[in-house]
């Protein structure tokens, strides 16, 4: 079992930043990928980045272009996600998953077995 805790939402106006944070906790293992996904209401939760616990390795959407960088740190089990330069299509709920099995980085949420509770980012224009 892993618990996922996400943080670190917001209002922010357009062109600002934001950091998110995932705190894993329970049995957590180096070949655990992370991820984050965010959903707009009446839209399927799309894919924005992960991470591999093992070795960091990365996936990023095509549409950050840059502007999003996921990265993690061991010691705390934590995830987080860099968002620059944002803008009002990004506001979404974020959500950070664990994939628990083997195998390489997924980008499609039914890949992942834990979710958080969700983190509301809003860009005003």
């Known amino acids: 079992q892993v618990q996922v805790v996400e943080s670190g939402g917001g209002l922010v106006q357009a062109g600002a930043s934001l950091r998110l944070s995932c705190a894993a906790s329970g049995r957590t293992f180096s070949y655990y990928k992370m991820g984050w996904f965010r959903q707009v209401p009446g839209k399927e939760r799309e894919f924005v980045a992960a991470?591999?616990?093992?070795?960091?390795?990365?996936a990023h959407a095509e549409y950050v272009n840059g502007r999003f960088t996921i990265s993690r740190d061991n010691a705390k089990n934590t995830v987080y996600l860099q968002m620059n330069s944002l803008k009002p299509e990004d506001t979404a709920v974020y959500y950070c998953?664990?994939?628990?099995?083997?195998?390489?980085?997924?980008?499609?949420?039914?890949?992942?077995?834990?979710w958080g509770q969700g983190t509301q980012v809003t860009v005003s224009s």
């Open positions: 991470i591999r616990w093992s070795d960091g390795s990365t």
């Open positions: 998953a664990a994939d628990v099995k083997t195998g390489t980085i997924g980008t499609m949420a039914q890949k992942y077995d834990y």
